[in-house]
């Protein structure tokens, strides 16, 4: 089992920055590919960012690229999402999820672990 708990969500104005967080227990962390999904409100819960327990591998969502980066501190179990520029469709609910599958995947059903998720909210 894999605990995890976001944070760093809040209000931000659009053209702001925000870093969520994601700590990360139990088995191990370092071995796990983590993913970054989102959900508003009446939507299906969408990828953002992965990236893979080395963290050499990293994928994006065509929507945040280039103004969102993941990373991750395996000595620290923690992955974070830097997120920049944000725009008021950025709104959701953010939630940090850890796959034991290898091979890239975005679909949430391939994700095996889940926090409770962080609202971040952008203002226009």
């Known amino acids: 089992q894999v605990q995890l708990v976001e944070s760093g969500g809040g209000l931000v104005q659009a053209g702001g920055s925000l870093r969520l967080s994601c700590a990360a227990s139990?088995?191990?962390?370092?071995?796990?590919?983590m993913g970054w999904f989102r959900q508003a409100p009446g939507k299906e819960r969408e990828f953002v960012a992965r990236?893979?327990?080395?963290?050499?591998?990293?994928n994006y969502a065509v929507s945040v690229k280039g103004r969102f980066t993941i990373s991750r501190d395996n000595a620290k179990n923690t992955v974070y999402l830097q997120m920049n520029s944000l725009k008021p469709e950025d709104t959701a609910v953010y939630y940090c999820?850890?796959?034991?599958?290898?091979?890239?995947?975005?679909?949430?059903?391939?994700?095996?672990?889940w926090g409770q998720g962080t609202q971040v909210t952008v203002s226009s």
């Open positions: 990236i893979s327990w080395t963290g050499s591998s990293k």
């Open positions: 999820a850890a796959t034991n599958r290898v091979a890239v995947t975005i679909t949430p059903g391939n994700y095996d672990y």
């Open positions: 139990g088995r191990t962390f370092s071995t796990n590919a």
